[in-house]
């Protein structure tokens, strides 16, 4: 099977399109399907065309889908909304990282309706093609023969001493509570795979922290982002990131891996 891998498009449609019609995805007549590694909305400014062209691929069965930590804030702020409005959407999490942004999107309410009519937009959004459809297709982890498909990281053993972070290898990451793997969400797999936290034999592909950190932590190319950064796909032992920071690098990266589906 080829699958055509993406991750952390957030709302960057015509980036994504683009992407994938680089790698050769629309002239593709072969056995094939996407993979996207999460985080599909916020940030840009074309999320109903990216939940439509998901959409699509959902009913052709030519997409995998990975939950993002941007999934879990998305349902949190509307499963939460009315609380949310009570305290008058001051709630930096989402407003830092878009949230309010794309339910004023996808809805077209301001965020003074936000504030006042709480219950009829999340009520909308629940109605959404995102929640009925997308989000229910969403999986915590995708795994062929030889590559793990993930947001964040596999769930490991996270030790914090001071502003560090040390990641441990959890041989039973298969079976993580829903707890666990939200909290996975957030992991900096570049640096969990140099940890030695990676699954022995496999690669981890993942996103939700930008490549340009793998670039410069590890190889010495350029800053995370600055404009000496690199936003190409990362290549380390065990793992591939693939974030390209689109919201500040202006692109998507995209790979083609070829790999059989496991038994």
């Not at 702020?77 to 830092?96: G, I, P, Q, S």
């Not at 936000?114 to 629940?126: F, K, N, Q, Y």
């Amino acid at each position: 099977m080829r699958y055509y891998v993406l991750t952390d498009i957030h709302g960057f449609y015509d980036l994504t399109v683009g992407a994938l019609a680089e790698r050769g995805y629309f002239a593709d007549a072969g056995p094939h399907k996407i993979i996207i590694c999460g985080d599909l909305l916020d940030r840009g400014d074309k999320c109903r065309q990216v939940i439509d062209f998901v959409a699509g691929l959902l009913d052709k069965g030519e997409v995998i889908l990975i939950r993002g930590n941007h999934e879990d804030l998305l349902e949190d702020f509307v499963y939460n909304m009315r609380a949310y409005a009570e305290d008058n959407l001051r709630a930096d999490n989402h407003n830092n990282n878009g949230t309010i942004k794309t339910v004023t999107d996808l809805t077209g309410a301001t965020k003074e309706q936000l504030i006042t009519s709480p219950g009829a937009i999340a009520a909308a959004m629940r109605q959404s093609a995102m929640f009925r459809k997308i989000l229910p297709a969403m999986k915590d982890y995708y795994e062929t023969r030889n590559y793990i498909f993930v947001h964040g990281w596999i769930p490991s053993t996270v030790i914090k001493r001071g502003n560090e972070e040390r990641y441990l290898y959890n041989a039973g990451w298969r079976d993580a509570s829903a707890k666990e793997w939200e909290d996975a969400r957030w992991y900096n797999g570049m640096l969990a795979a140099h940890q030695g936290a990676a699954e022995p034999g496999k690669t981890i592909v993942c996103g939700h922290c930008t490549a340009s950190f793998g670039h410069s932590a590890f190889e010495g190319k350029g800053s995370e982002f600055g404009a000496d950064a690199d936003f190409s796909p990362y290549y380390g032992g065990g793992v591939i990131c693939l974030d390209a920071s689109t919201a500040n690098s202006g692109k998507a990266n995209c790979i083609v891996i070829e790999d059989e589906e496991k038994d």
